[in-house]
């Protein structure tokens, strides 16, 4: 893309285009992962929907590959490609939240704690994710779990619609009244049909909230799992705990004698036990499968709870990562994690098993694109380090992780646990028998796949 055609762009468009020969361009192509090295073409940093209309004519009528940057995490690296126009939403950072009707309207390249913050003005809330950074355009795409998912489903059950540019420049309001074939297969569907440049969610009475963490020792993973596996599904649906291998943090609030050990552990979430003698009584089960090496818990605003990772894994670590989804815990997958959890190869390096039940479980098996309404756990493995000279260790424990796991899972994953490498076949399991109606709907929105540097949905044949 020489200088002559950015230019062009750039008289276009009110937000910058960035391209290759500018100060900033290194940064502007730094993405969350920084395992992920591309250089596109331009990149377009879209002040408005009528920016991305017009970044879209323009590679619609130059022929240039297209892709999408929501603002947030993208662990594939998805929205970073070599040689192509990227059009980027960061700057459509902004929340409207309307308190009487307990809605917010978010633009497309907000993050959660963007929408946290504002929403937690009002004692409000939308379930979503687990960090403020991620971005609330392809965590939403993909279906979107978090603290709040016991209690408030996923959070495409919040989404109320969505403002699409399609490809053909045009720009529709997709709801359950309108474009519902689109509504559906945007809940879930991933970044497939479209660039949703703002999206309405459904809040709900979310303020101070029960944070905890319990912590074993390596040797009790199996106690643990087994007592886990029971305990939380038959919870009420205000409890919400994730479950995690990792060695621990040197910060507060873990002592000191605990720093850098291999453990394993559950992140609470209470929205129902908020204040210190609620708390202490809703943990005492965490005793039963075996004393804990460390038990804390406090009252936390929500939005607290929502960054208290963000400082632990920030932007420009090396990241590899694979998921699945789970409806049992078996015997022989506990057997797994405890293996891996002797090997984990560096101090970031994590598992979590993401509860995707209670209130999850509420809407129908074909309300929405996400496919695993019958799913109990959502596991992600991520190989996590600073170095880049452990890039290779990192991925090879993710990947031997799940290869052992898999066999143990349900077939399909996340769409945004799925790494970039895996292929069509994990994307046909991730969506079961809603892959030919997401095909349909692709090829009424997207008949030419210009949107297709995502888990692609290639259009059915006419």
């Keep these: 893309m020489g200088g002559t055609a950015v230019e062009t762009l750039r008289e276009a468009l009110r937000g910058r285009v960035i391209g290759p020969e500018d100060a900033d361009y290194d940064e502007a192509r730094s993405i969350y992962n920084a395992m992920i090295d591309r250089r596109p073409a331009a990149i377009a940093r879209c002040a408005d929907t009528t920016d991305v209309r017009a970044a879209l004519g323009y590679a619609r ?54 929408l946290d913050h504002e929403a937690y003005g009002f004692g409000l809330a939308t379930p979503a994710g687990i960090m403020s950074t991620t971005g609330v355009g392809g965590l939403t795409l993909g279906g979107g779990h978090g603290h709040l998912t016991r209690a408030y489903g996923l959070t495409i059950d919040s989404l109320l619609a969505a403002d699409v540019v399609l490809a053909d420049g045009s720009v529709v309001t997709a709801s359950a009244d309108e474009h519902p074939e689109l509504f559906w297969a945007l809940r879930g569907g991933g970044g ?10 459904a809040l709900h009475p979310v303020s101070t909230v029960g944070l905890a963490v319990t912590l074993w020792e390596p040797e009790h993973i199996g106690e643990v799992l087994r007592w886990y596996r029971e305990f939380l599904p038959a919870a009420d649906h205000d409890l919400n705990g994730f479950f995690a291998t990792l060695v621990v943090a040197p910060e507060a609030p873990f002592p000191e004698e605990l720093h850098h050990r291999k453990m394993c552990g559950v992140v609470w979430c209470h929205t129902g036990a908020t204040d210190e003698e609620s708390l202490a009584k809703a943990f005492v089960p965490v005793a039963d499968p075996a004393p804990p090496a460390f038990h804390f818990a406090t009252p936390v605003p ?19 990562w694979r998921g699945d989804f789970f409806d049992r815990i078996t015997d022989d997958a506990i057997d797994v994690h405890g293996t891996f959890l002797d090997n984990i190869p560096t101090e970031l390096s994590t598992m979590h098993l993401y509860p995707v039940d209670g209130a999850a479980h509420a809407p129908g098996p074909m309300d929405t694109a996400w496919a695993y309404r019958d799913a109990v756990w959502s596991g992600v493995i991520g190989g996590i380090s600073p170095e ?51 095909a349909e709907v692709k090829r009424t929105y997207d008949p030419d796949n210009v949107f297709h540097h995502n888990q692609n949905i290639t259009p059915a044949n006419g």
């Design 61 to 114: 009528e130059s022929g240039m590959d297209l892709a999408v940057r929501g603002g947030g995490h993208s662990g594939g690296g998805l929205c970073m490609i070599d040689g192509a126009l990227v059009v980027d939403l960061s700057d459509l950072r902004w929340v409207r939240v309307d308190p009487a009707s307990r809605t917010a309207q978010v633009g497309g390249g907000s993050q959660l704690g963007d």
């Design 192 to 201: 497939n049909f479209g660039v949703v440049t703002s999206f309405t969610f």
């Design 302 to 320: 929500y939005p607290a709870l929502q960054s208290m990772f963000d400082g632990l894994i920030p932007k420009g670590l090396q990241w590899y």
């Design 388 to 438: 880049p000279s452990e890039a290779g260790a990192i991925r090879d424990w993710a990947v031997g992780y799940w290869d052992a796991l898999h066999p143990h899972s349900m077939g399909g994953a996340y769409v945004n646990f799925i790494g970039a490498d895996e292929g069509a076949e994990r994307v046909r399991a991730t969506y079961r028998g809603h892959y030919d109606r997401l």
